[in-house]
Every structure is written in C-alpha cells, then in structure tokens.
C-alpha cells in the first residue's frame, strides 16, 4: 500500500484481556517502530525493529507488552492482561532505514480498557 | 513535504556553559516537537509546542515557539555531562509525517 495501516483502528476491551494490534509497513521500509500517545502527551517510544537485528525493546513498560516482525514486514503488538491505564493511541511508524529518518506513521490504533 | 532546517550541527561546550539549538521552518508549522537521542539510542520525546510565541520549561531546558510559528529554540542552562546527545526539533504534518531536523550534538566537557 501507499502508507501504513494499521488494524483495528479502535480496540474497546475489558480490563484483564489480551489485545493483538497490527502494523502493516510501507514496502520497503525496514525500519517499523512503535509508540503510544496518550491524550494530550508527545509519542511515548516502545519498540523498534530494525531489519533483521534484535528488536530495541527498551521503551516497553512491563514485561505484559511484547512485540515481533515476521519477515521484515509485518508487526503485531500484544498486550497481556490490559490495564486502565494501557488505555491510548497506539501508533506504528516506519522508515527506510534508521534513526532519524522521516517516519512515517499509520493511522493508530485506539485502544480503550474498561 | 515540510523541511525543518537546525542548527548548529555540533556544539561543544565545558559543563556548566548554557546551549541553545535552532530550528527553522520556511513554512508555518501546526507544531514543533523536540526529542533527545542519546548516543546509540532512540529519540525521546521533550516537549510538543503549539502555540504561537509559546513558551515552557523543563528544569534547565527552555523551550520557544515563535510567533510566526516559524521557528523554534531550545536553551540548555548551565549544561551537565547527562545532557549529553543530539537534539532534534520535529514537526508532524497534517499527513502524519514526523519530520525530523537534522539535529545538534551537544558534547559535554568535564
């Protein structure tokens, strides 16, 4: 496609349920970073893929949120038993290589916990 | 797209000297956000600015917005060697594009 895409574009869930968010990159592009944003606040960093390299998992604020690319392209973000405050916009961005290339974002993802 | 131009590209300065970076736009910009990358890292946000002539603090760091929403500073006071990094200025357009400066690198000198 011409852009990222994301899916869902909202998540309505019950606190202490799973949620799997997908992130769909340009072709090409083998940077794919994550981030959330809650309201009000800037992009919150929590995972970046690099081609082939270990994921930079460090942004990640416990061990309920996981990530994997399969093949270089597609990403799905899992978070385990949500919380309230997981609650956010959940985007996906991506770039031709690496740092501070532009990045490209998809539409997010806006996850709600009740 | 839109293009954030900054300067300078380096900056060395012994601790305890103040340090400002510039951004600028030849087009208004909607917003300007600021990150700092810390050698081998990722950016992490600062501070978004959206307002005309908008001015806010962060401890030792002060951010400006112009008026003319053109142009954006950062000022660092009295530097500290964890300050230490490359400071981005980016704006997110109307197609969702982040578009980063090209950054400052600011070394620290004990």
């Known amino acids: 496609g011409a852009g990222v895409s994301q899916s869902p574009s909202n998540k309505v869930t019950e606190k202490g349920k799973d949620v799997e968010l997908r992130c769909d990159p340009i072709?090409?592009?083998?940077?794919l970073y994550w981030y959330r944003q809650s309201l009000g606040q800037g992009l919150e960093f929590l995972i970046y893929?690099?081609?082939?390299?270990?994921?930079?998992k460090s942004g990640l604020p416990s061990d309920r949120f996981s990530a994997e690319r399969t093949g270089g392209s597609v990403s799905t973000l899992t978070i385990q038993r949500t919380q309230q405050e997981d609650s956010a916009v959940y985007l996906c961005?991506?770039?031709?290589?690496?740092?501070?290339?532009?990045?490209?974002f998809g539409p997010g993802t806006r996850l709600t916990v009740l | 797209g839109q293009q954030v131009m900054q300067i300078p590209q380096y900056q060395h300065v012994q601790e305890g000297e103040d340090f400002t970076t510039y951004c600028n736009s030849s087009t208004t910009l909607s917003n300007i956000q600021w990150y700092k990358q810390r050698p081998g890292g990722h950016p992490v946000f600062l501070i978004q600015?959206?307002?005309?002539?908008e001015v806010k603090k962060q401890k030792r760091l002060t951010f400006q917005f112009g008026e003319a929403k053109k142009n954006s500073s950062l000022h660092i006071t009295a530097t500290q060697t964890t300050d230490v990094g490359t400071y981005f200025c980016?704006?997110?357009?109307?197609?969702?594009?982040?578009?980063f400066g090209s950054g400052t690198q600011l070394t620290v000198l004990p």
């Open positions: 893929f690099q081609g082939n390299s270990a994921p930079d």
């Open positions: 072709s090409g592009h083998t940077a």
């Open positions: 980016a704006s997110l357009d109307s197609a969702r594009q982040l578009t």
């Open positions: 961005a991506s770039s031709r290589r690496t740092g501070t290339d532009t990045q490209y």
């Open positions: 600015l959206v307002k005309s002539g």
